[in-house]
Structure formats: C-alpha cells, structure tokens
C-alpha cells in the first residue's frame, strides 16, 4: 500500500529524519492557518497517492497570502491522475543548494533490501542511471546487519562526499534503515533529499510503501485502511473490483491475468525503451466486467498514451476477454491505441470478435510489446 506524502513524513519524523516545517490542510481554511503557523514562504503540495505531481504543475509557491490563496483554491479543484484533491501539505518552502536521492526498497529478485544514493536528486532514477550511471551508487543489505555508518561513509565517499559533509548524511542513511524494517516497508524513497544553502539534510518529499502483508504487526497500516474508506484512490476503487492495481510512472497502461504475466509485462515494456504507467491484474477467471473495470481504471490515470492488454488464458477465457474489450471499446468510447496480445482458451473466437470490430490480436508477447512502446513513442 502506497502512502501519502505526509503520511511517509510522519514516519520519518517518528525516524528522527529531518522534514520541513508544515501541516496536512483538508480546507482552505486549514492551510491559512498552517500558513500563519510556519511563515512565508511556503509550498503547496497536492496529496495523491501517484507520483509526477511537478510534471502535471500541481505543485505551487507561495509568498504571500494573496498567492496563498489563490494557489489553494485552484489545487483544490484538481483531478490529477483520476484522484480528486481533498488534501493539501503545506510547508515551509527551504533554500536548496543541491538536491540528492536516497531509498531502501526490496529487490525481489535478489531477495535482499537494496539502498540506492545519488548526487542527482530531484528526477526520476531510472532516467539517472540511463544517462549518467556514475552518479548512482546501490548496495544490497544483509537485514541482520542493517545499514552502518561504515557502509554509509563508503557509499557516500565513492560519489566524492567526505568528511564534515558526509557526517551530516549517515544519521539520515541509518534512520531511514529503521524505518523500513521497523515498519515493514517494501520502498522507502526520499527524493529530493536536499542540502540546504544553511548546509542542513533535509529530506523535502516522502514516497513510502507498506507491505500488506505486515497488517497484522502493524496495527496503524489498519488504521489507515480504515480511514481511507475504499474510496479514495484507484488503487483501492480497483481491490474492490477485484483488481491489482499499482501506480506506476509512464505512459503505458497494462493489464495482464496472474502476477507473474503482469509483472513480466511491466519488464519487457522498459526493456524495449517503454514506461510503464501501471501495473493491473485482473486475475485469473476474469469476465467481461472485471476487462471494462481494469481499462476504465487505467484511463482515470489521465496521461495514458497507449493500452498494452496481455493475456495468456487458462482458466481466464479469450472469448470473455475479447467481449469485454469489445464492451469497453464501446462503453467508455476509447480513443487511444489498444495493443492486445491473446492466446490460449477459445483463442480463435477471441481473436475472430477483435478483428471483426477492427482490433489486431497479437499471438506473440514480445511482438505485442514492441507495438505499444512504438505507439506511445510516436504519441498516437
């Protein structure tokens, strides 16, 4: 379960990880009052559980209480990426001087925690280690040592910071350790973790995910859940249409039946040079309504070029599949590229109602992926 920005604050806080000054606003009201809390200038910062919030300009400055103002009711009436705004963060704007990246997160396929730090903050990682790979360094951590201050000098020395400037980082390296153990947490990423032009460490934003699974030994993940209502993101609207669905950063929607197929899905869309804006299961003996829901769903995230649709059936018949799309198609009146790989149960009928309405189905998985990072590519 991904966490709102000051939810994730809260933990670092409760981490000794040093935040900037500020408060959650569900109203107006509440972020004048925050505002007079903590002074001019502040940052306004939309609360939606996706990321991206500064490509779609949701994030705003303030440096008097007529830009306030004005700023606040305009994020209020925002929709970004199917989430309604309900709340605002306000903080304390801070003085940059540079600004770097930190997280811990699980790496699966190792089945290790890994940290990864970096002196260029404030973008996406994975455009970072594309395009400039030595300004990242990542270490796997045996989670019966947990991080030290050894491992974090050395990791912090190799990208050249050192010494009284280095100091200022290892308490944050190690904290931030504590909480993604102590608190189950299956990402804990700080980007930008900023220093100052005072020389402070200050970590300015908060992406954190919760393990569902730790529910049970971790009692405030319920609380949360509860709260929440099942109403809030697509995340949750999708689980109670029997939907996995996560919050990814690309362009690229998809849906695929069974984890594994979706997560493979998800893999070979960037390793053919595509961003994945999704990743939805609907499972496996999925009918016409659950393929409406999953394609409903990924077009409320709003910046959707193309639909990637890969599904092996077994126990989940193509024919079925086939006429959910069609419903789809018809019901929510598409009008971006659908890009569906189908095979297995009542293939041939599946395929033969696709292209009746005009829709290619592809056979093969790769051939299908190829087509929809080329389609987003051009933007059609």
């Avoid at 799309?325 to 033969?352: D, F, H, M, Y």
Wanted: glycine fraction near 10%.
């Amino acid at each position: 379960m991904f966490l709102y920005e000051y939810e994730g604050k809260k933990i670092f806080s409760e981490f000794n990880i040093p935040i900037p000054p500020g408060d959650i606003a569900f109203s107006l009201e509440d972020a004048i009052n925050i505002t007079k809390r903590i002074g001019f200038p502040v940052v306004i910062k939309p609360q939606i559980l996706g990321g991206r919030r500064g490509k779609a300009g949701a994030i705003r400055f303030a440096d008097n209480e007529q830009e306030l103002v004005q700023h606040l009711k305009e994020v209020f009436e925002l929709v970004l990426y199917g989430e309604k705004v309900s709340r605002i963060l306000v903080e304390k704007k801070v003085n940059i001087a540079h600004e770097y990246y930190l997280s811990y997160m699980l790496d699966f396929y190792e089945r290790k925690p890994i940290v990864i730090f970096s002196t260029e903050g404030g973008i996406d990682i994975e455009e970072v280690a594309r395009t400039k790979p030595e300004a990242i360094v990542k270490r796997h951590i045996n989670p019966e040592i947990g991080m030290t201050s050894f491992i974090a000098m050395e990791m912090l020395n190799k990208l050249g910071i050192r010494g009284e400037e280095a100091k200022k980082f290892v308490p944050i390296f190690i904290n931030l350790w504590r909480a993604f153990k102590e608190r189950d947490l299956i990402l804990a990423e700080i980007n930008p973790l900023i220093k100052t032009t005072d020389g402070e460490v200050i970590a300015v934003d908060a992406r954190v995910m919760v393990d569902d699974n730790a529910e049970y030994r971790q009692p405030w993940v319920k609380q949360i859940k509860e709260a929440r209502g099942g109403t809030e993101s697509l995340e949750y609207k999708a689980k109670e249409k029997r939907i996995s669905f996560v919050v990814l950063d690309g362009d690229i929607g998809i849906i695929g039946n069974g984890a594994g197929l979706t997560m493979a899905t998800v893999d070979l869309v960037r390793e053919f040079g595509g961003k994945p804006a999704n990743f939805l299961d609907i499972g496996g003996g999925a009918g016409p309504e659950r393929v409406v829901a999953a394609i409903d769903t990924i077009l409320k995230l709003g910046n959707v070029k193309v639909i990637l649709m890969n599904i092996f059936g077994g126990i989940t018949r193509c024919d079925l599949v086939a006429q959910g799309i069609l419903e789809a198609v018809n019901k929510i009146k598409l009008e971006i590229p659908l890009v569906v790989r189908l095979t297995g149960t009542n293939e041939e009928i599946g395929r033969k109602m696709l292209e009746d309405a005009g829709i290619k189905a592809y056979t093969d998985m790769i051939e299908a992926v190829k087509k929809a990072v080329q389609l987003a590519e051009r933007g059609e």
